[in-house]
């Protein structure tokens, strides 16, 4: 018994240093996770319940913050444009990106090339991304208005319609999301079993098929991803839509302003850090309640 005391010292001291050097690798990670999210998370729910303009000292108001969010016809506008904005562009870039993947999986010649292209708008900052399209959308000069102009005679105001403004917000989303989406699904057509597509081929099956029978089920859980990312970051939209806004003002910025547009106009134009945070805690439970929502019904379409 004591010669082997020694030996079983000697692995919990050799499992000891493997702690702590794993938790050396994970600190600088967790020192900025915690700081940079934890952090203000917390000091967001405490400030959501105060009256507070960032500077002088918060005034403690209970559930006002929450009360005069029911009332606010602003918000109201924001919550509306937000799941217009995240329901629309969310499903309409994945349809797109599925497709796509599927034909960019197929062997083409020159498939690497194409992959490349559908990339680059994710390697693109999106401020720059935002000010090419607002010039490919402006109605005097845009090259989009001139394609138009030519076919039907027709020059939408694109940026100043408050009923075009979310199309074009949309457009530009879906296209600057489809590439990281097409990269990600590749990734896992690339693990589909061909000898499945084989065999659905000697049953006489075609590529339609073949694409919603055997493609669309396999790689569920990759699309089930994308789904839970893309909405997140939906709803956490916001330089695409401060770009926009830029160049209206009334009914073309109410138009697009979102919940996330909001909460920046309100605490660093307005100075009301106390009622932006309380915007930021229903956005925070928003965006929880949806993605438990959607973890509880992909166990009807996800196929593991």
Known sequence: MDKGRPQHIGKLRNRHKDWIFAYLFIAPLMIGVTTFTLIPIAQSFYYSF???????????????????LLGDAVFRQEFFN??????????????????????????????????????????TMSVVVALIWTLMFNSQFGVINDFLYK???????????????MA?????????????????????????????YEACELDGAGAISKFVHITIPL???????????ST???????????????????????AIRTIVYGIYETGFQFFEMGYASAKAVVLFFIIML???IQFIVQKKWVHY
């Open 50 to 68: 105060t009256k507070w303009n960032g500077v002088q000292t918060p005034v403690w108001t209970g559930f006002g913050n929450y009360i005069k």
């Open 82 to 123: 937000t799941f217009c904005y995240v329901f629309i562009s969310v499903p309409v870039s994945l349809i797109l990106s599925l497709i796509v993947a599927n034909l960019l999986n197929a062997k083409i010649r020159g498939r690497t090339v194409f992959r490349v292209i559908y990339f680059l708008p994710n390697v």
């Open 151 to 165: 076919l039907f005679e027709i020059r939408p105001s694109w940026l100043t319609d408050p009923g075009l403004i």
């Open 168 to 196: 074009v917000v949309i457009v530009v989303s879906v296209w600057s999301s489809v590439g990281y989406n097409v990269v990600i699904l590749l990734a896992g057509l690339q693990n589909v079993p061909q000898n499945y």
């Open 219 to 229: 790689v569920s859980p990759t699309v089930f991803f994308l789904t839970i990312t």
């Open 232 to 254: 997140i970051n939906a709803f956490n939209s916001f330089d695409l839509v401060f770009m926009f806004t830029t160049n209206g003002a009334g009914p073309t910025r109410d």
């Open 290 to 292: 949806i993605t438990l």
